[in-house]
């Protein structure tokens, strides 16, 4: 019997349209090694295709028919073709990264087919400075972007003299599992056999779920003084609030953390605050140039891991919860430390807001803040509902340390995200070897230059420094 998908993985599926293509990608960037001959490249490639054994996971497809009673399920390809999915590419000259950016922006464009496994991969030469550059893109049903890039970082090493190492998509050997304990007469359960844990966790449940109304009063209170929450009710109207097309426009540059860091040190922040207002200064002066700048400041959706109150099933997952916090950005004041200082009030204001609440409830509101930017695309409400947010910033923590993939050193890692249906730009940042890497994935026609973006990033950066004392 051929596995379902679940629910989660299914929603993520049937949104899809052509406008809305719904895969994450990562494009990474690699040095060759010292000892790479002129064929570097294509032997690269021909090593990542030509895979002794392709993991389960990057096997199956969607499908659905009357068998299957309409229901979607996984179905492994039992034509696959790795031609298909891990292909070889060329810059045009002068190989310049524009050219890589509008390549990516290209591919990152196009929907991935049901009838195959959902997932490619390009190994891209002509880059003028010699490197060599990884375009992946997977369906957010197979793996969310947390979970691709620990694929991808799964395959790399800190050893630049190891070799033989898989592609990501190669099958990986299973490690031998430890022998299970005999069981014993006593084991610990009640009413019938079930588990004494599992009643623990459901009675945690239920006692959670009798908090909710709670914890929903308390959040709608918080929203309706404009105060920040899981919830927002005061977000503006902007031009990123609006229907989009499937062209995607695709721009990428780092930093290094100890500039972020240092300003944190001296302003009391920390960095993520420091990110955030470096793209609240960055969208104040985009819009501006547009003269598009709404009065009201910009509200981002910003994923944050929290410590939330311990309970049955807080702590069987360690007491760790993650939560959306709709941060208002400051776009309306024009100094960037009173930008810095607002966004750092409104980021620890959301975060107490939700660490009083149970994991449960952080889910629940969470998902009642991200509701309309769901439901109003389905309804197509745009711009006759006002926006939830206006923009999506996460920042996910990467590693530390210099990596390679068989002697090759990974010198950058950019994530390309999803564009939705109201919400045309999202930035993702990523942190690597003492850098800040910023991805900025939009809606080429609602987004229009958005690689002045960068240039925006880079100068609030400077200009926040100066503010700070640290230039």
């Known amino acids: 019997m051929l596995p379902p998908i679940d629910p989660t993985s299914s929603a993520f599926l049937l949104a899809e349209n052509r ?262 200064g960055a969208m104040r002066a985009y819009l501006l140039d547009l003269d598009a700048l709404p009065d009201a400041p910009l509200v981002a959706m910003v994923p944050v891991g929290l410590n939330a109150k311990q309970s049955q099933i807080a702590s069987a997952e360690g007491g760790n919860a993650v939560g959306a916090v709709m941060v208002q950005l400051a776009t309306d004041q024009a100094d960037p430390a009173d930008r810095l200082t607002a966004i750092h009030r409104s980021m620890k204001d959301g975060k107490q807001g939700l660490s009083s609440m149970t994991p449960v409830q952080i889910l629940a509101m969470s998902a009642l803040g991200q509701a309309p930017a769901i439901i109003t695309p389905l309804l197509r409400m745009q711009g006759i509902v006002r926006p939830p947010y206006n923009l999506i910033i996460s920042n996910v923590p990467g590693p530390r340390t210099t990596h390679y993939w068989n002697g090759a050193k990974l010198v950058g890692t950019y994530p390309l995200s999803i564009p939705i249906n109201g919400m045309a730009l999202n930035i993702t940042c990523t942190s690597y070897d003492g850098q800040l890497m910023f991805g900025l994935t939009g809606c080429r026609r609602t987004v229009p230059s958005l690689q002045k973006l960068l240039t925006h990033l880079d100068e609030e950066l400077v200009a926040l420094e100066k503010a700070a004392g640290v230039a």
């Open 19 to 280: 406008s809305m293509p719904m895969h994450v990608g990562g494009l990474q960037l690699f040095e060759k090694p010292a000892d790479a001959g002129p064929d570097y490249i294509r032997e690269m490639y021909e090593y990542m295709r030509d895979v002794d054994e392709i993991g389960p996971l990057f096997l199956k497809h969607p499908h659905r028919s009357v068998r299957t009673g309409g229901q979607l399920v996984w179905k492994p390809d039992t034509q696959f073709d790795i031609e298909h999915h891990v292909r070889h590419s060329a810059l045009p000259a002068p190989g310049r990264y524009r050219e890589l950016f509008e390549l990516c922006s290209r591919l990152h464009s196009t929907r991935l087919a049901w009838e195959r496994p959902l997932w490619e991969a390009h190994i891209i030469e002509g880059l003028a400075d010699g490197k060599v550059a990884l375009y992946t893109k997977v369906h957010h049903s197979v793996v969310d972007g947390v979970s691709a890039m620990r694929l991808l970082q799964s395959t790399l090493s800190t050893d630049p003299d190891k070799r033989g190492m898989p592609a990501p998509w190669g099958a990986r050997p299973r490690k031998p599992s430890s022998s299970a304990p005999a069981a014993t007469a006593d084991t610990g359960s009640g009413l019938a056999g079930v588990p004494m844990e599992a009643l623990r966790t459901a009675f945690g449940i239920t006692a959670e779920a009798a908090g909710l109304p709670t914890a929903l009063v308390r959040t709608l209170r918080r929203a309706v003084r404009n105060e920040t929450s899981a919830v927002s009710l005061y977000a503006p109207r902007t031009i990123f609030n609006q229907r989009i097309t499937g062209a995607r426009r695709f721009a990428a540059d780092d930093w290094p953390i100890e500039r972020l860091r240092a300003i944190g040190k001296a302003t009391g922040t920390t960095i993520n605050d420091v990110v955030l207002a470096m793209c609240s």
